[in-house]
């Protein structure tokens, strides 16, 4: 065990964050701390690190145990280049790299006991230095830069010329090649495009050491975290799992609680009316029966409203008027800012129903297309064609929508004319602006607050066409499964921006992938364009004969007679018939076994002692993911081994 958090509480004045929280963390386990936004979880980091101090409770780490702590407002304050910050990362290896080439220029004038002693303390400085992969640590700094997405250029740039997104990616990859015993990371792929969180998973999942992390990043959790410690209404739950099983499990048991919950309340209004009916009879024995009765509900111990049914977020989106089946048409979509092109002769087409996500690197031109579409500004070239009866509803990320001067009821009042000032309170209400909060400032209120209120313009619009730029910014994680239940009950079309995978996954029927200036369509979710966009990349295997294969052969047949040739051209074929029936019949084979073992976990899974066996839910999990994305694959291969031998 690295860390033990025994009975952990704090408070600020009257305002209790945390109560009563307790976990321990092995060594390389992998471990997240999730909660609404201001459930204590940077409170909680900030007492393990020491930065602040428990009402109650102690934090006990492992003796001669390092700790790397990246917390969302990092000090960035570097005097240096990029690759020169990094080397600092590295100071210990580079200073036994040193005392490794001064002994080796020492032991050139030594001799006798002089010398052997010499090349005892050679022999040990390598074989520190190789242990510590001192020969490979050059290579290991490019690798860190490259993954967190730093150019070769970027290398010898200044910190003062980076961005602050620039300077946390270099504070994060300085805390990655330290390599402390534990790693703490605060939100760390705020300022990650999908390529640098896909890197940082990989990385963080063979890592070595512990790691405890803080993060809305769902897919990112689900692909890192072995178990989950969830802060809710101050007290700590832990759930031994991936976010999906963390997820699904507390949807159960507060399902659970709900009822539970309910039944009470209906059991207490059941006794308090047996109760004042007995009073009324007015009778000595029936006034000693209700009486007893009181004493026994008053020894009740009674339950919490859970705390999800207290704030939840109702949003339903339903358009008013259904659009013509071709929703939008670009074609030839250009669009360059001074020297730098963003993109050049982009066409697609969005169909009525399709919930379509825009995925890319950061400053692809991803915002700029949903700009250009809502004639927010201006194309170079090209044409872009809403179809009949199409109404937009388009929700930015920068919330330039919003009149910053305007109150939360106003900023409502003023786009609905025609609600009543009862209805625009019942639709604040269902966004959790309640009482005076709707009389706030828009230009006061939090991202997330500006968020919220973004989304009841957008549910009040009764669009049928959707254009979401970064929808889930700043949403905690409860509310962002509110809007995606709204989405995927939602009849209209959706085209959206968003590095939420678990989002997009959830959501999306189809991606469109802005890469190189170019658009590539995949027609299914995130997990879909991951083992799509894999494949894609690798053509090296073919069950077809190459063109190079097929031109040597004619160059050998063209000697032939013609009737010999044809003789070996029916030959070939038949062989080639048979190779492929032979390649079908084994296709379907793996895939009836496939489908059996995938059987075979859900039966599994209906086990009832199975249901409390947290490791082996996981491992079935685990498993049935495996075998379905190579059963996907496998119909895929049948499907196009099938038409060719059709034709």
């Known amino acids: 065990m690295i860390l033990d958090c025994q009975h952990i509480s704090k408070a600020y004045g009257t ?8 976990f321990h963390l092995e060594e390389k386990e992998k471990m997240a701390i999730v909660g609404i936004n201001g ?8 007492i393990i690190m020491g930065e602040e101090a428990a009402d109650s409770g102690q934090v006990i780490l492992s003796r001669d145990r390092t700790i790397g702590y990246l917390s969302q407002h990092q000090d960035t304050s570097f005097d240096n280049t990029v690759y020169g910050v990094m080397e600092e990362a ?24 002089a010398l052997e002693k010499a090349m005892d303390t050679y022999h040990r400085l390598t074989q520190e230095f190789e242990y510590k992969n001192g020969y490979a640590f050059e290579s290991e700094i490019v690798g860190v830069l490259k993954g967190l997405g730093f150019s070769r250029e970027d290398f010898e740039r200044h910190t003062d010329t980076l961005s602050g997104g620039q300077k946390t990616r270099l504070s ?4 990655l090649l330290m390599k402390p015993d534990m790693i703490i990371l605060d939100e760390p792929t705020n300022h990650l495009d999908m390529a640098s969180i896909s890197w940082l998973e990989g990385y963080l999942s063979a890592y070595p050491g512990a790691v405890i992390i803080v993060s809305h990043d769902r897919y990112f959790l689900d692909k890192i975290v072995t178990k989950i410690v969830e802060i809710d209404q101050g007290h700590g739950h832990i759930y031994h799992g991936n976010y999906t099983y963390f997820a699904s499990k507390r949807a159960e048991i507060r399902t659970n609680l709900y009822k539970a919950y309910i039944n009470q309340q209906q059991e207490i209004r059941h006794q308090e009316a047996v109760i004042t009916k007995l009073k009324q009879f007015n009778r000595e024995k029936s006034i000693k029966r209700a009486e007893s009765r009181e004493k026994m509900l008053d020894r009740v111990e009674r339950l919490e409203k859970p705390s999800e049914i207290n704030s939840e977020m109702r949003l339903h989106l339903e358009p008013a008027v259904l659009s013509g089946e071709d929703v939008l048409t670009v074609e030839g979509l250009a669009k360059s800012y001074d020297s730098l092109t963003l993109f050049t ?3 697609f087409e969005i169909k009525r129903g399709e919930h379509i996500a825009l995925i890319g690197g950061n400053g692809t031109g991803k915002t700029t297309i949903l700009k250009i579409i809502n004639k927010l500004i201006n194309k170079d070239a090209g044409t872009v064609q ?13 919330h330039h929508t919003l009149h910053m001067d305007n109150t939360i009821f106003d900023e409502i009042s003023d786009a609905y004319p025609e609600l009543t000032n009862t209805k625009i309170r019942n639709v604040l209400a269902a966004f959790l602006f309640t009482g005076d909060d709707v009389f706030k400032k828009i230009g ?10 973004s989304l009841a313009k957008l549910m009040l619009s009764s669009a049928n066409f959707l254009i979401l730029d970064e929808p889930t910014n700043h949403l905690d994680i409860t509310s962002k499964e509110i809007l995606e239940t709204a989405l995927i009950h939602y009849s ?18 189809r991606i469109l992938e802005l890469q190189n200036k170019q658009i590539t369509n995949y027609i299914g979710n995130y997990d879909y364009y991951e083992t799509h966009r894999l494949n894609k990349q690798d053509t090296s295997a073919s069950p077809f004969t190459s063109i190079s294969e097929t031109t040597s052969e004619e160059r050998k047949n063209s000697t032939d007679s013609p009737a010999k040739q044809a003789w070996k051209e029916n030959k070939a074929e038949q062989a080639r018939l048979r190779k492929k029936a032979n390649d079908l019949k084994k296709l379907e084979d793996r895939i009836d076994q496939l489908e059996a073992d995938i059987a075979e976990i859900d039966a599994q899974f209906l086990i009832p002692e199975n249901a409390t066996d947290a490791v082996l839910l996981n491992k079935l999990t685990a498993d049935r993911t495996s075998l379905e994305k190579e059963l996907n694959l496998l119909y895929e291969e049948w499907e196009s081994l099938s038409e060719d031998a059709e034709t």
């Open 15 to 22: 305002t209790v964050i945390i109560e009563d929280i307790s």
């Open 39 to 46: 459930a204590g979880k940077t409170t909680l980091l900030r």
């Open 90 to 113: 590295m100071e210990p290896i580079i200073r036994l790299q040193e005392r490794i080439r001064e002994t080796e220029l020492q032991m050139q004038n030594l001799t006798g006991d």
């Open 172 to 175: 994060l990859g300085r805390l």
């Open 345 to 347: 002769n982009l066409s």
């Open 386 to 398: 809403l179809g009949s009866r199409v109404k937009i509803g388009y929700y930015d990320q920068e």
């Open 444 to 453: 006061d209120l939090s991202g997330g607050e500006r968020g919220r209120l």
């Open 492 to 509: 209209g079309t959706v085209l959206y921006v968003s590095h939420d995978r678990y989002f997009i996954n959830r959501t999306a029927t």
